[in-house]
Every structure is written in structure tokens, then in C-alpha cells.
């Protein structure tokens, strides 16, 4: 009796899985991270736009220069806004990732275990049929030294 090849191929169809869904929530992570990297850099330039517009007010300029500042700093909030919804977004599928890696691994465990009942239970017949033969032979001595002693 051979071990079921059946079960290692499934084993190893459900680590392919695992990896896979490994794979897209490490891309997952780094869309969200570069999308933070993101929403920071624009808030570091919010900053320093209303800097520039607070001393440009303090001093002689132009209203048309006030007007700008004031609608680039306005642009870049509604671009901090969109970006808080990809982030939320990219959030909702780093989870979904990560139970996809939850539900694969478990997957890939009961596979696991069914290949390890399976290599158990092919060692328990080898030891069965040992002992069989084992005791067989024993039964076989046996009679041939009961023989011998009858006979003699």
C-alpha cells in the first residue's frame, strides 16, 4: 500500500493558493501605504501653502496672488478628500485580503492533515502486515520445532 498522491497535489494546489492570496495582500499594503505616503506629502503642502498665503497677506501682493493660493489650497483639500475615500477603499481590501490568506491557510491545514492521515495509516498497515508476517513465521517455527520433538 502507497500513500494517496491525491492528497500531496491538493496540499500543494491549496499552498499555491496561500502564496497567491499572500501575494495580493502584500500589493494591498503597498497601494494603502503609498496612498498614506500620499495623503502626508499633500498635507505637508497644505501646510506650506497656507504659510505662503498668511506672509503673502502680510505683505504687499496682489489679489490675484491671494486668490490663487487660496484655490490651490482648496484643490489640494478636495485631492486629500478623494484620497481619504481611496484609502478607506484600499483599507476594505487589505481586510478582504487578509481573510482570503485566513480562509486559504486553513484550507491548506486541513490538506496538510489529510496527507498526514494518510502517511499514518499507510504505516499502520506496513506494521500490521510485519506483525502478520512476523507471526506467521513465529506459528511456522513453532510447529517445525513441535514436529521435531514429536519425532524424536
Not at 499552498?15 to 494603502?32: F, M, T
Not at 495509516?121 to 508476517?133: D, G, I, M, S, W
Not at 512476523?134 to 520433538?149: H, I, P, R
Request: hydrophobic share 40%.
Amino acid at each position: 500500500m502507497k500513500p494517496r498522491e491525491c492528497w500531496t497535489v491538493l496540499a500543494n494546489k491549496a499552498q499555491d493558493k496561500v502564496s497567491e492570496a499572500q501575494n495580493r495582500q502584500l500589493k494591498a499594503q503597498d497601494v494603502l501605504n503609498k496612498q498614506l505616503a500620499s495623503r502626508e506629502r499633500i498635507y505637508v503642502m497644505v501646510r506650506e501653502y497656507k504659510q505662503q498665503a498668511q506672509t503673502l497677506e502680510q505683505n504687499i501682493h496682489s489679489v490675484s496672488q491671494s486668490i490663487n493660493s487660496r484655490q490651490f489650497i482648496a484643490q489640494l483639500l478636495q485631492l486629500i478628500q478623494r484620497l481619504e475615500l481611496d484609502i478607506s477603499q484600499a483599507e476594505v481590501n487589505l481586510e478582504k485580503t487578509k481573510q482570503a490568506v485566513k480562509t486559504f491557510e486553513l484550507e491548506r491545514l486541513k490538506m496538510q492533515s489529510l496527507v498526514e492521515q494518510d502517511l499514518n495509516a499507510v504505516k499502520t498497515y506496513h506494521r500490521k502486515e510485519e506483525q502478520k508476517q512476523m507471526d506467521a513465521l513465529g506459528l511456522t517455527l513453532f510447529n517445525v520445532k513441535s514436529s521435531q520433538l514429536k519425532a524424536a
